[in-house]
Nanobody, 124 residues
Framework: VQLQASGGGLVQAGGSLRLSCAVS????????MAWFRQAPGTEREFVAY????????DYADSVKGRFTISRDNAKNTVYLQMNSLKSEDTAVYYC??????????????????WGQGTQVTVSS
C-alpha cells in the first residue's frame, strides 16, 4: 500500500495550493480519505475527510470555507484545495486512508495507511 502526497511548497499569505495524494495497493473506493497536518512542536491534527463517494465531507473549523477536499476514484487520488492561506496553516500535511467502521474519521489513530507528508509553508 502506498500513499504518495505532493503539491506542497512555499506560498504567500492569501495564496493557494492544491495537494494531491495518489493511492495504490488498495481498493481506493472502499476507503475514507482524509488530510491531517502537523506543525513543529504540535500534535497531528485533523483537517478534512471525504467518504468513498464524495457525498460527505467535513472540515476542521480552522479551515472551513477556505479548504476543499475532493477525490477522483478513477485516478485513485484525493485532493486538498487550499485557498486564502494563512501563516498558521504552515505544517506538514499528511493524507490518510481508513476503512469504514473503524471509528471516527476525526481521529488519526483510526487510520490504516498514511502518506509521507508534504510541507506547506505560508509566509506572512
Amino acid at each position: 500500500v502506498q500513499l504518495q502526497a505532493s503539491g506542497g511548497g512555499l506560498v504567500q499569505a492569501g495564496g493557494s495550493l492544491r495537494l494531491s495524494c495518489a493511492v495504490s495497493g488498495v481498493t481506493f473506493n472502499r476507503y475514507v480519505m482524509a488530510w491531517f497536518r502537523q506543525a513543529p512542536g504540535t500534535e497531528r491534527e485533523f483537517v478534512a475527510y471525504i467518504t468513498w463517494s464524495g457525498s460527505i465531507t467535513d472540515y476542521a473549523d480552522s479551515v472551513k470555507g477556505r479548504f476543499t477536499i475532493s477525490r477522483d476514484n478513477a485516478k485513485n487520488t484525493v485532493y486538498l484545495q487550499m485557498n486564502s492561506l494563512k501563516s498558521e496553516d504552515t505544517a506538514v500535511y499528511y493524507c490518510a486512508a481508513k476503512t469504514y467502521g473503524s471509528g471516527t474519521a476525526y481521529s488519526s489513530g483510526n487510520y490504516n495507511y498514511w502518506g509521507q507528508g508534504t510541507q506547506v509553508t505560508v509566509s506572512s
